[in-house]
């Protein structure tokens, strides 16, 4: 399961504290690490907070952009020390070892997590199907990134152990699915075609758009669409653009 299931850490600042992801990954059996634009990276104190776990510094895969770090994944998880303006479905760490672990051997799984200092932005966590929030303290509720890091995927271990003893291997939704899921760059084509559509016919108006997309994402992620039924929207959205411009 592991090599389908990446960590992506957004503009770290102190290089120690990805030294100190890849331990705890490695600790986990994990080995995907992917950096958006860190602060400063390679750097030895993130060597040497790596201790034994220095191969996964090396193999790191570095972006510039969110966006494309999970571009290829079907399930994308933010993470988050705190409640955000508008509710999104939010697991903590072990429901969300249970929901990856059944799908981890077929489908590629991203978990994201934040800056030090302010963690994810907004626009960060609408491209998430899932939330993670570790239930700490409400009056101190914020991780170091590694140790927030650890717990996750212990947890994502854990669940793996016991399915290898149960040999539980229920497939998604029960059955096999016949199409692939929709991945995060099928999904933010589809999103921005709709922006666009709902702009044409006067559903949104962009001067004040409010939280229209926000609602909307959310509704589509967790509807969890496969390729085909994106491509069938895209097509409702296309005839929808033509019908709109030949009124005009
Ligand atoms: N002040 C920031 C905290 C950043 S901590 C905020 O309010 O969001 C750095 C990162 O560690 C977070 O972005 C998140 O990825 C992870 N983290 C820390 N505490 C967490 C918690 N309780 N639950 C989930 N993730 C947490």
């Not at 854990?158 to 699915?177: C, F, L, R, V």
């Not at 229209?212 to 496969?226: F, G, N, Q, S, T």
Request: net charge negative; charged share 25%.
């Amino acid at each position: 399961m592991s090599a389908n299931i990446r960590i992506v850490l957004v503009n770290t600042t102190h290089p120690g504290n990805i030294g100190g992801v890849a331990r705890a990954m490695k600790n986990m059996a994990l080995g995907e690490l992917h950096l958006v634009a860190p602060k400063k990276f390679p750097h030895v104190n993130a060597d040497a907070r790596a201790a034994g776990a220095t191969d996964l510094l090396e193999s790191a895969v570095i972006h510039d952009t969110l966006e494309e770090a999970i571009a290829d994944c079907q399930i994308v998880v933010g993470t988050s020390a705190r409640g955000r303006h508008i509710p999104w479905p939010v697991v903590d760490p072990r429901e969300l070892a249970a929901i990856v672990q059944p799908i981890a051997t077929d489908k590629k799984i991203a978990i994201v997590f934040g800056r030090e200092d302010r963690g994810l932005t907004n626009e960060e966590l609408h491209l998430c199907q899932y939330h993670v929030h570790i239930p700490s303290n409400p009056d101190f509720s914020s991780l170091n990134l590694a140790a927030a890091v650890q717990v996750v995927t212990y947890e994502l271990r854990m669940a793996s152990i016991y399915a290898q003893e149960n040999e539980q291997h229920k497939p998604q939704w029960g059955t096999d699915w016949d199409i692939e899921l929709a991945d995060s760059s099928d999904l933010e084509r589809l999103f921005k075609h709709l922006e666009e559509t709902l702009v044409d016919i006067d559903f949104l108006d962009p001067e004040n758009p409010r939280q229209l997309m926000p609602r909307l994402r959310r509704l589509y992620l967790r509807a969890m669409p496969d390729k085909v039924e994106v491509n069938v929207l895209r097509g409702i959205l296309t005839a929808t653009q033509k019908n709109s411009n030949a009124k005009d």
